[in-house]
């Protein structure tokens, strides 16, 4: 017996865990963990106790209000290209207030953008309806008709989802809000214009200086809405793309001449 005594005694002297500098690692981690707040408590300043409370609310913080270092490459593109939307816009609003570069031109600038406006073209095909006495030319008017209040219905729709405002603070005019054109995205007069341009060159016999000048009146339409500031160059671009898609919904539900001669003969015109 005491011989095996002596033998534990030697292993435990030549154990290189049972050194003082490697006790601690002998020790469970709730140990330490509680050897170091008592510590931590002994050294801090009299009066003060840590706030467990703390550590807790910073931990369950919500994403939002920490900062990401790692963001993704979908958010980096979005965001810069809707800086350089916004900046574009910005420097292209020429006309949007009365201390503008080109505050002077602003009247016109808003006549231009009322040709692509959808009361005088659902009033002008209303009256050319009235005027025309030909099935073909009756055919042709009410489907315009029917393609210009689909173009206002769906602008609407959009607008109210997004609720996008516009580059300055100018209000919408009487005639926005008659065509419940009163954000930004996507621009109605844009839509509107890419959509008649496509209608015309498919159901009109035009000659190629005045498919030119069609063209050019659309394009024009839609930089007089960023130079006023009523919209950003990407509700242009997604106006004139939205117009576009819009004509071919127009021929696809296309109203051929019986349904429209029963139309008219119902609604008196």
């Known amino acids: 017996m005491p011989a095996q005594q002596n033998r534990s005694r030697a292993r435990e002297r030549n154990n290189v865990l049972n ?18 707040s008592s510590a931590k408590r002994v050294s801090g300043q009299p009066g003060q106790q840590p706030l467990p409370t703390e550590s807790k609310e910073s931990a369950q913080l919500p994403e939002e209000d920490c900062m990401q270092l790692n963001p993704s490459f979908k958010g980096i593109a979005i965001n810069s290209l809707l800086a ?42 209303l009256f050319c309806l009235t005027k025309s006495s030909t099935p073909a030319g ?11 209040i689909l173009d ?45 341009t496509r209608f015309f060159f498919s159901h009109l016999v035009l000659a190629v200086p005045l498919r030119i000048l069609l ?8 930089i007089s809405r960023v130079m006023i500031g009523r919209h950003y160059l990407t509700d242009v671009f997604c106006g004139f ?8 919904l127009v021929e696809l539900l296309w109203l051929p001449s019986g349904a429209c001669q029963f139309l008219i003969s119902v609604i008196p015109i």
């Open 215 to 222: 063209v050019i009146w659309a394009g024009v339409i839609g």
């Open 138 to 148: 009756q055919e042709v008017l009410l489907n315009l008709l029917f393609a210009l």
């Open 84 to 125: 350089i939307d916004i900046c574009l816009s910005k420097r292209m609003g020429v006309c949007a207030s009365s201390s503008s570069a080109w505050n002077s031109a602003r009247p016109i600038v808003k006549l231009i953008g009322v040709t692509g406006h959808g009361v005088p073209w659902i009033g002008g095909t």
């Open 241 to 248: 793309f939205i117009g576009y898609l819009q004509f071919n």
């Open 19 to 36: 050194r003082a500098e490697f006790m601690s690692l002998n020790q469970p981690v709730r140990g330490s963990l509680e050897g170091r």
């Open 152 to 196: 206002l219905l769906v602008v609407a729709a959009v607008q109210k989802l997004v609720k996008r405002k516009g580059p300055s603070d100018a209000m919408p005019g009487l005639l926005d809000y008659v065509v419940m054109d009163v954000f930004a995205f996507p621009a109605g007069q844009a839509s509107r214009a890419a959509m008649v």
